[in-house]
């Protein structure tokens, strides 16, 4: 990569597109279902754009947070593997939240993403709104934490301050 000149930046933006690439196929696949199943798909489906952006800001700042933090403590990509599995079964996408225990409730709801997978659920299965104040509070966070992400990266890099 060395002999390339390439804003490394764009590393980052690269491995994004993929995700989305690949969440979109799989919100196709979903939407195919609901559509074989008739199960009803209302005018709420134009929230899975804003849900899908509220996930990728998130993403975007946590994966550039611990890229950066990767670069000074290697252990992290091996730590996250397992923090990985675990937030996977502490987010309610196999299952729906109202159907845990009220103590576990209040666990799953300081997961950050839990309220744009809830989102999810409420538009595609339910027909209702997604929690509003939860997904700006998560929009709200993600920026700053996209911001902090930004700033450690420069900080890290000061090299590419004119690239971004």
């Not at 809830?118 to 996209?146: D, E, I, K, T, W």
């Amino acid at each position: 990569m060395k002999k390339i000149a390439f804003p490394r930046i764009c590393i980052p933006v690269i491995t994004l597109g993929g995700a989305l690439v690949n969440h979109a196929l799989l919100l196709m696949a979903t939407l195919l279902i609901i559509l074989i199943t008739n199960h009803p798909v209302t005018w709420l489906i134009l929230w899975v754009p804003v849900l899908t952006m509220a996930l990728l800001v998130f993403a975007a700042a946590l994966g550039l947070v611990l890229g950066v933090i990767n670069v000074f403590v290697r252990d992290v990509g091996q730590v996250m593997n397992v923090v990985l599995q675990l937030w996977f079964w502490m987010t309610p996408i196999v299952y729906v939240a109202d159907v845990l225990p009220e103590q576990f409730q209040r666990v799953v709801a300081f997961n950050p993403v839990a309220p744009v997978i809830q989102g999810y659920q409420n538009v595609l299965l339910f027909q209702q709104m997604p929690p509003f104040v939860r997904l700006g509070l998560l929009l709200v966070g993600s920026l700053v934490f996209l911001g902090l992400a930004l700033y450690m990266f420069r900080k890290a890099a000061p090299e590419l301050v004119d690239v971004l």
